[in-house]
């Protein structure tokens, strides 16, 4: 179902940086369903949230510790642990813990992060019994097998992984995520945990991981819901030659560039399979007065039905992208100066339908796998861009049919 | 594929408002689509329009219409004359003028109404040489053909009609409406056209349908997009005998009632008629703060495709309704607080499933092609209640296959 080549790449250890996988039997299939991570005493992490205002209980707790040194991830995929009430929070407290004794460390030094099920309890005996071969299998070369133990209705599993130099010295940035999107059946939803082997602050990489993710993961969209357990993580293990990266320094801006590129394509990948998927769309919103604007049409078009079921069938429909821009709130918009593209073929120009548009040209981009919707406003320079996929059969097959 | 009940009821004559239909061939079919509205001298008319920023021509031209004493309405289908630039404009004037010339009036006095594909050229050529037929056949007892004239996916033809008494006079109230929402594939979209023989001055007209409006067709959903035609205007030809209604009355309150009564009730018809819907959900959120946060609340999750799947699927899935009550974006709201019922079931209590839920007892409303999904907020006394349909493979084919 996925989208384009979504190949797993090689992904290098990062110094400092351990992860083990086992099968705790959550799923009740053969497949890994438990992940810890564990890295290195200097090590800094940072993390950010749903904004669901109905968080999952191992968000609430996740947060809570987020406070203290974090040294410990301890994420499963089966069960999401979200709408569990006061037992929800004791379960993931207890898994914590459990963790905690057998690596020697703190309850509140660990992490946890749940996606699966809503409004199951979490099945914390069995994760008890598995955490034990967990633990025994952390090793720094285990990125594969981590991306995989926490895929739920993903296809594939989704990682990226990028070398930069800073003062001569290399620094290793390894990501994985699942998806996809918001729409997982009864499931939530997006995790993605980021590491690297740099040395940087907790505050300074607090403010990295916030900026980022703004770019990155909040600029894409499957289908509007958003999730009560969406998490992203990003662990600096300091085991690096190169120096500590400070604030507005040229290496910040080398080592921010290149966490914005991972996740920018970590998320591109959650969209390449996006359920039911058989589209990459790109929607560039340019000439708007800001960047809000630009992202509020962008994201109207991204979640109009319309839209998404028009390029299912690959069908040049202008009205509906234009009629969505029309709808997206923004003030003062002039009809007569918006000009739509699909990819470089002018479908929108002087209030209608662009004169020198033919169906077969607009017939061929859409015949494509992979389309930019290029909206220029004309009423501004600010541009943005937000990445979505198609609505299909499969989509509401796989929301309708997941538990019958 | 509608849901429930929807024969088209007994519409008797209103005093004073006559209806004409013909076929202009717009539509390729030899259903009509194209109806005349001829109102008394002395009738006022009031309208309400799509607050897309991008209206169709016709819209465009109506609001201008409207601040003279319209007393023609000309409305096709099959062509939206949406999208249609400058030459949009022209066309709809053209056929202004042409009915005007056939009937010995302004053109300034006949509102036009469009509905249908978007982006093509109105076909002034094709409702020209059909115009003097459907003046030709001009009627007071006939609704139930103007409303077949104005279907373009629709189903079913509806319509609504109610009788007052005011001062002992009878009053009656007759509303045609075609649908589905804002779903049509490359259509837009939801028209409605109510007649009394009320007598009531314009200004008073007007502020009885904005506020009836607001209760009525702003209070459904089918799929979130806002098209660019809707349209809806409310004739009194002040032909009863009963007195002049004036602001602040009785007589008003009773008038104002029974019109939202035929408003809701030809909401709800356009909501039964939902592309592909199998299901109608009346989503009631109460104990909220203010209308506004309770409105808010039930839009979510009415445009929730993950609820609407489930919908489709009779899954009583309790967690997606719960996630997008808490994206909803409304500030400080306790989950602990929440309760949801379907029906009379109550599914959450206390942040989970509420402890005496049973699967059986879901699933035994879920099984209905009616329910109502009632959510408690616990923090205030308003309630608001907004209607939608489920989401299902016919949803995703109407609108997939439209064009090919």
Redesign the interface.
């Known amino acids: 179902m996925a989208v384009g080549q979504t190949d797993f790449p090689v992904m290098p250890p990062i110094n400092g940086v351990q992860l083990g996988t086992t099968n705790a039997g959550i799923k009740q299939t053969e497949r890994d369903d438990l992940l810890v991570f564990q890295f290195s005493e200097i090590a800094t992490c940072a993390a950010v949230f749903t904004?669901?205002?109905?968080c999952a209980a191992p968000v609430n707790l996740a947060k809570e510790h987020l406070l203290h040194a974090p040294r410990w991830l301890l994420i499963n995929s089966g069960n999401?642990n979200?709408?569990?009430?006061?037992?929800?929070m004791n379960d993931a407290r207890q898994t914590c813990q459990n963790l905690a004794q057998i690596v020697g460390g703190q309850t509140q030094c660990v992490l946890p992060f749940s996606t699966g099920?809503?409004?199951q309890a979490l099945p914390v005996e069995k994760m008890t019994i598995a955490l034990p071969n967990a633990v025994a299998n952390l090793a720094e070369n285990n990125w594969e097998n981590a991306a995989r133990a926490i895929m739920t209705t993903d296809t594939f599993p989704k990682g990226v992984s990028k070398i930069i130099t800073l003062n001569g010295e290399n620094v290793t940035i390894n990501g994985i995520a699942k998806g996809a999107g918001?729409?997982c059946?009864?499931m939530?939803t997006l995790l993605s945990f980021i590491a690297t082997d740099a040395k940087i602050s907790q505050p300074l990489l607090q403010h990295c991981l916030k900026a980022t993710t703004e770019l990155s993961f909040n600029r894409i969209t499957v289908?509007?819901?958003?999730?009560?357990n969406d998490a992203c993580v990003l662990i600096a293990s300091g085991c690096s030659l190169a120096p500590e990266i400070i604030a507005d320094s040229e290496n910040y801006n080398i080592f921010a560039d290149a966490i914005l590129t991972v996740m920018k394509s970590l998320a591109e990948l959650i969209v390449r399979d996006g359920e039911g998927a058989t589209k990459l769309m790109r929607i560039v919103v340019s000439e708007a007065q800001n960047d809000e604007e630009a992202v509020q049409v962008a994201k109207t078009i991204a979640?109009?039905?319309?839209v998404k079921?028009?390029f299912?069938?690959s069908?040049p429909?202008?009205?509906?992208i234009?009629?969505?821009?029309?709808?997206?709130g923004?003030e003062a918009?002039e009809?007569?100066k918006i000009r739509i593209y699909l990819d470089n073929v002018c479908i929108?120009r002087?209030?209608?339908?662009a004169n020198d548009y033919t169906e077969e040209a607009g017939q061929n981009v859409m015949n494509q796998a992979e389309i930019t919707i290029d909206v220029r406003l004309g009423r501004g320079n600010c541009s943005q861009t937000v990445l979505t996929c198609d609505?299909?059969?499969d989509?509401?097959?796989i929301?309708?049919?997941?538990?019958?």
Do not use: C
């Not at 904004?51 to 109905?54: G, H, L, S, T, V």
């Open positions: 904004k669901n205002a109905f999401a979200a709408g569990t009430g006061e037992q929800g099920v809503i409004g918001m729409i059946p009864n939530a289908d509007g819901d958003t999730s009560t979640h109009s039905p319309l079921t028009a299912f069938a069908d429909n202008w009205g509906r234009l009629a969505a821009v029309g709808r997206a923004v918009m009809l007569e929108v002087d209030g209608g339908r609505f299909s059969y989509y509401v097959k929301n309708a049919e997941y538990r019958t």
